[in-house]
């Protein structure tokens, strides 16, 4: 199976179109998004159909959640609570009806699916090799997708070596664009970075190519329109920081 993973697109349209037109130039078996396709952004509708149509696999993320009322965003910042109700006012029944009908993983491909976590799939920020030495112990594959930090990042274990106690120390890295990975042996949990709002320093959008036969995976970055994706927000009236912030890939 060749699959492309997506994440994070937070109707961020210009870096969406950018990644689909990008991935299409290889040859993929399936699609599979890691959730918050919404929330930050001005697009919710549009991008929300782009992945109907073109994702095989969709989870939910804490932002959708938050923006069907499932989830407070009394721990969000200001700005992702006030981007959160402006999405939700935004967005149209069909987007909202998608986003309901999610869930925020799913175990039955050749990798697991998580949007944050192996141990908490709507929360967890997996960040630092101790903890992600945790998340590799419990989860069931051997091969782990998340998404959430918005950082394109992975962390590998040892098989067998004291990896279900989670006691094994697992060994991580931020990735960047054009990073292969050999996954033929060990555990991995991976992040393949954020489409719409970058936060690891690399303004582009990202994603990652995985073969589950060959096991092997490459990352991507896709360079798109950041002055239309900001302008959209200010002309939206959402908090113009959001707009800032995706110059930098912060
Ligand atoms: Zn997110």
């Known amino acids: 199976m060749r699959a492309a993973v997506i994440s994070d697109i937070h109707a961020n349209l210009p870096a969406l179109e950018a990644v ?17 396709t919404v929330g930050y952004g001005a697009d919710p509708d549009r991008c929300v159909e782009l992945v109907r149509e073109a994702a095989d696999v969709c989870l939910v993320g804490n932002h959708d959640l938050a923006v069907l009322g499932e989830l407070d965003t009394a ?39 998580y949007h944050a976590s192996p141990r908490d799939p709507i929360w967890e920020y997996v960040l630092w090799p101790d903890q992600a030495a945790e998340c590799l112990a419990v989860q ?24 279900s106690s989670g006691s094994a120390e697992a060994r991580g890295w931020q990735a960047g664009a054009g990073t292969e990975l050999e996954l033929a042996a060990d555990r991995w949990l991976i992040n393949p970075g954020s489409v719409g709002q970058p936060r690891d320093g690399d303004p582009r959008a990202a994603w990652l190519e995985l073969d589950t036969e060959g096991w092997r995976a ?18 939206s009236g959402l908090p113009p920081h959001l707009g800032k912030r995706l110059f930098a890939g912060q």
Do not use: M
């Open 75 to 113: 721990t969000f910042s200001a700005a992702a609570a006030t981007a959160v109700n402006w999405t939700r006012a935004n967005s149209s029944g069909e987007t909202l009806a998608f986003l309901a009908g999610l869930a925020p993983l799913e175990t039955s491909r050749d990798a697991a699916l």
């Open 218 to 235: 490459t990352y991507h970055r896709v360079s798109y329109d950041i002055d239309k994706a900001a302008q959209a927000i200010v002309d």
């Open 20 to 36: 689909l037109e990008d991935l299409s130039d290889r040859e993929q078996d399936e699609i599979w998004c890691l959730g918050d």
């Open 140 to 163: 069931e594959a051997r091969v782990s997708l998340v998404g959430h930090s918005h950082i394109a990042l992975f962390f590998s274990i040892a098989d067998g070596e004291n990896a």
